[in-house]
């Protein structure tokens, strides 16, 4: 009985390396067979769900209010580039992750000190705030935002005007941000995260002091948000409201709930989808439908799909292969 | 003059902050009304209210429907569109975990706002002021446009209704207790589901009251109610949601803050109420009315 276990488990973990191999070498392969620029977008917009699920999925916190970490990191790192001109992209980054890191704990503080829809209200508003500062100060270029940003030499050395090197980046960024919330779950720190989200006074009582490990986990999911607001700021050359606006924070939940609550590679599925399905729609006549095609695919989700694609697609393999 | 400024401007924006503060007292009371039964925060909430506004402008022009009409037909059709939601959308999923409520209502609210801005565009539309309220009382020290004084007083006057229905008559009690156990409600025979629904559609035609009382002060446009609800978000987060008058004081003192900070710091109007709500988190976390748990 142990030895089948044992290689149940073995077989289970052999899947998913290959698994990984699988979408690795797909994301090597990916910017020779399809437009980078799009490729980059989504990479960037599913390390912004991963972190964004990582509170969600894994502690059953709502936030609605992750765009202002993803605006965050856009906009120091924009603001920095543009205004000292000799710091390497790396630097501008790392200075956005941090400014967003620092905005988390912040936002965290508050936060944690309600549960349930008093949580998702609080970031919410806290967002708008955010929303309105940036709209005001004086270093973001108000309703333009910044513009005309350069991607300048990683490590003053590789030349990111290059796409594919630029591309390759990205790729690196977003592999760290996802074996780090890979490591973060599976630890026995993402075991406590995941007491909390099934019990939160048991998990008490149990004796955590669960507003640290909360908080901690905000912090972490804020700042991998700030590192794909960053990265996006450098790929594309500019930072706007846009990644502000409550917009932004709906799409990253309908993102993740699309690809899985929960689940890993469900917020990499989701977030490729309806960055494609805006690929797709912004040039046509559709344009304009976006905000309702993306309300009834939330509406639909929530009804009838609320597992999402990996989340169905993990109960099938285990109905079928009982 | 006070504080070198103009007692015109204080008192015009003084009055401004009230009819603000009237506003988030009418949705902030819908929410709560919703909140108590239904445990879900309605994000459509923003989308009712532009959808009361809508209508009774859709109504004007297409079948000459006046403003007194509209103020009592409007939020009847929109209510009922409402409680329709709640039957075929909100009661299905009522039984899992009520985030998916609340994120079933942000859906909801994507769909109506984009399905009008499509069809109307996002710039706004004027709504004539009724006859009877053109012009303006000459209160001394400043003039108030007669039709701001009737938002202050409709707007409390329904405040009022609606607390006299939920604390003085037999359906409010029958409400209150089903907030409190609904499953002993149904057990007394009181049918639940139908109360849920009311309910719901209660809170939608009190969002749809605020929308018609709006349209000839702000022009009517599909996003005029998405920035105001995350407002009224925060004034629930300050005032809690365990009472009635703690919605309409927070609402009204949220107005009168707004409205000083746009004469002493105008840049800080927008997110004064954002910082208030910080400082309640910090002192007080259930907010300024709320019970503790």
């Known amino acids: ?322 | 003059m006070i504080f070198d400024i103009p007692a015109s401007v204080l008192f015009g924006q003084l009055t401004l902050g009230l009819i603000n503060g009237a506003f988030y007292a009418l949705l902030s009371l819908g929410l709560a009304i919703i909140f108590g039964l239904l445990k879900v925060i309605n994000f459509a909430h923003g989308a009712q209210y532009m959808l009361g506004a809508f209508v009774a402008l859709l109504l004007l022009r297409h079948f000459g429907i006046d403003y007194w009409t509209a103020l009592l037909l409007v939020p009847v059709l929109v209510g009922l569109f409402g409680a329709a939601l709640e039957r075929f959308l909100l009661r299905p999923i009522a039984n899992e975990n009520h985030l998916y409520s609340l994120l079933l209502t942000f859906g909801l609210a994507l769909i109506i706002q984009g399905l009008f801005t499509n069809l109307y565009g996002t710039s706004g539309n004027s709504y004539p002021i009724p006859e009877v309220f053109r012009g303006a009382l000459n209160l001394g020290f400043m003039y108030l446009p007669t039709y701001r004084a009737w938002v202050v007083v409709a707007a409390l006057v329904a405040c009022f209704l609606a607390w006299f229905v939920i604390e003085k008559t037999r359906l409010g009690s029958y409400l209150r207790a089903g907030t409190e156990n609904p499953k002993l409600m149904q057990g007394f025979g009181i049918n639940m589901p139908f109360l849920v629904t009311m309910t719901y559609g209660f809170g939608v035609a009190l969002a749809a009251f605020a929308g018609v009382l709006a349209a000839p002060l702000y022009s009517v446009s599909p996003g005029m109610g998405a920035n105001l609800l995350i407002v009224v978000f925060a004034v629930v987060v300050i005032g809690g949601m365990g009472s009635i008058v703690g919605a309409v004081i927070t609402g009204l003192a949220m107005g009168l803050i707004e409205g000083l900070t746009k004469v002493f710091y105008p840049q800080g109007a927008s997110t004064v109420i954002f910082l208030v709500m910080a400082l309640v988190l910090l002192i007080k976390p259930h907010g300024l009315f709320g019970k503790e748990p």
Not at chain 1, 29 to 43: D, E, H, I, Q, R
Not at chain 1, 55 to 80: P, Q, R
Not at chain 1, 260 to 267: K, R
């Open chain 1, 1 to 322: 009985m142990n030895l089948i276990k044992t290689r149940l488990r073995t077989g289970h973990e052999r899947t998913q390396l290959y698994l990984a191999l699988a979408l690795l070498a797909i994301g090597l392969v990916a910017p020779f067979v399809a437009y980078p620029m799009l490729l980059m977008k989504m990479l960037c917009f599913a390390l912004f769900a991963c972190a964004f699920n990582l509170l969600l999925g894994f502690v059953g916190l709502l936030s609605f209010g992750h765009a202002a970490f993803l605006a965050t990191g856009g906009y120091i790192t924009g603001y920095l580039l543009s205004r000292y001109t000799g710091l390497t992209p790396e630097l501008g980054i790392l200075a956005g992750t941090l400014a967003a890191t620092l905005l988390g704990l912040i936002f965290g503080l508050l936060a944690i000190r309600r549960q349930g829809i008093y949580f998702a209200m609080i970031t919410l508003a806290l967002a708008q705030m955010t929303y309105f500062v940036f709209l005001q100060a004086p270093f973001t270029g108000g309703e333009n935002g910044l513009h005309g940003l350069q991607r300048g030499k990683l490590f003053g050395l590789i030349e990111l005007n290059n796409d594919l090197s630029m591309y390759y980046l990205v790729l690196a960024v977003f592999v760290f941000g996802f074996l780090l919330i890979r490591r973060t779950v599976q630890s026995p720190f993402g075991q406590v995260l995941r007491a909390i989200r099934e019990n939160e006074p048991r998990a008490i009582s149990l004796g955590y002091n669960v507003d640290a490990y909360k908080l901690l986990a905000f912090v972490l999911s804020a700042g991998l948000a700030g590192l794909a607001g960053a990265t996006k700021t450098v790929v594309f050359q500019f930072a706007t409201l846009t990644d502000a606006h409550w917009h932004m924070s709906g799409e990253v939940i309908l993102m993740t709930l699309l690809g899985g609550v929960g689940t890993l590679l469900g917020p990499l599925l989701g977030s490729s989808l309806v960055v494609w399905l805006h690929h797709v729609l912004g040039g046509s006549a559709l344009g304009n439908w976006i905000s309702v095609i993306l309300g009834v695919i939330f509406v639909l989700c929530v009804l009838m799909f609320r597992d999402g694609i990996v989340g169905y697609i993990q109960k099938f393999i285990k109905r079928n292969l009982r």
